[in-house]
């Protein structure tokens, strides 16, 4: 079994920030490449930022200059720095991985439940 668990998300201030993580555990064998979502009321999921194991990333262009996306495969973990947040950036963030499992070899996409990321004005 393989798990996405996120955390950081919270209440700011516009132009404020936040960092989210992303730990993926269990049965895995590699992880290629890692990113976060975004899920807006009344919108569809939209990509904020993803990540290769090389450490090549793209962003969604409402994001390009104010976030920040890294990881640690060490530590298989993603991370989402946010700054200069805008209230429009509301909404629930979830991670995502394209993970080998180790039990058959098999990849796909997993998700997690999700963080939701309030900015008030």
């Known amino acids: 079994q393989v798990q996405l668990v996120e955390s950081g998300g919270g209440l700011v201030q516009a132009g404020g920030s936040l960092r989210l993580s992303c730990a993926a555990s269990?049965?895995?064998?590699?992880?290629?490449?890692m990113g976060w979502y975004r899920q807006a009321p009344g919108k569809q999921r939209e990509l904020v930022a993803d990540?290769?194991?090389?450490?090549?990333?793209k962003y969604g262009d409402s994001v390009k200059g104010r976030f920040t996306i890294s990881r640690d495969n060490a530590k298989n973990t993603v991370y989402l720095q946010a700054n200069s947040l805008k209230p429009e950036d509301t909404a629930v963030y979830y991670c995502?991985?394209?993970?080998?499992?180790?039990?058959?070899?098999?990849?796909?996409?997993?998700w997690g439940k999700g963080t939701l990321v309030t900015v008030s004005s």
């Open positions: 990540i290769t194991s090389g450490g090549s990333a």
């Open positions: 995502n991985a394209f993970i080998v499992d180790s039990a058959d070899y098999g990849g796909m996409n997993y």
């Open positions: 269990g049965s895995i064998f590699s992880i290629h490449s």
